[in-house]
T-cell receptor, first 114, second 110 residues
Framework: DAGITQSPRHKVTETGTPVTLRCHQT?????MYWYRQDPGHGLRLIHYSYGVKDTDKGEVSDGYSVSRSKTEDFLLTLESATSSQTSVYFC?????????????FGPGTRLLVL | LAKTTQPISMDSYEGQEVNITCSHN???????ITWYQQFPSQGPRFIIQ???TKVTNEVASLFIPADRKSSTLSLPRVSLSDTAVYYCLVGATNDYKLSFGAGTTVTVRA
């Protein structure tokens, strides 16, 4: 299995609170992604990174920001959490970023916003 | 991004072959077809990828007709542990973003 860890694995927070999720990889892959998964929607891309300090928005980026200061770490921040952001968040990595390149997914973070 | 359509769910029994068909009518010339598998409480994992004809690995086979407007993932002799959600994705070489739909929930019963 690819070396991807996510922290925390579970979090309960209150509306309006800032939350940061961390994705850490040991594969030295260039591309990193954050997805959210909700019932009936599959996985939806929030943000992705194509290198240190290089990031771009996905299809559901509103309310989220990201940062990548090192190759191995990709942080997802909810500046002011809302109940609609209750979800399971997955980080993924890929070597080249090309679509036929396999993406490797982390174990996920389950976030509950009360 | 090519839109894909696949069944919401499928039921099967242990030992049977499961075939999941994905429609992708607007697939582009340089698009590949990729399937992922997701077990409960885990992230998706790559199963198989193809461009045309047939691809087989130790887990599954992928059949792609000449017009490439659909593809079929075949899981031979499924077991209870094959119960999962299966996603069909279609995309080109220069697009970084994978587009997952709702997938097909396959339930294998004893």
């Amino acid at each position: 299995d690819a070396g991807i860890t996510q922290s925390p694995r579970h979090k309960v927070t209150e509306t309006g609170t800032p939350v940061t999720l961390r994705c850490h990889q040991t594969e030295n892959h260039r591309y990193m992604y954050w997805y959210r998964q909700d019932p009936g929607h599959g996985l939806r891309l929030i943000h992705y990174s194509y290198g240190v300090k290089d990031t771009d928005k996905g299809e559901v980026s509103d309310g989220y920001s990201v940062s990548r200061s090192k190759t191995e770490d990709f942080l997802l921040t909810l500046e002011s959490a809302t109940s609609s952001q209750t979800s399971v968040y997955f980080c993924a990595i890929s070597e080249s970023g090309q679509k036929q390149e396999t993406q490797y997914f982390g174990p996920g973070t389950r976030l509950l916003v009360l | 991004l090519a839109k894909t359509t696949q069944p919401i769910s499928m039921d099967s029994y242990e030992g049977q072959e499961v075939n999941i068909t994905c429609s992708h009518n607007n697939i582009a010339t340089n698009d590949y077809i990729t399937w992922y598998q997701q077990f409960p409480s885990q992230g998706p994992r790559f199963i198989i990828q193809g461009y045309k004809t047939k691809v087989t690995n130790e887990v599954a086979s992928l059949f792609i007709p000449a017009d490439r407007k659909s593809s079929t993932l075949s899981l031979p002799r499924v077991s209870l542990s094959d119960t999962a959600v299966y996603y069909c994705l279609v995309g080109a070489t220069n697009d970084y973003k994978l587009s997952f739909g709702a997938g097909t929930t396959v339930t294998v019963r004893a």
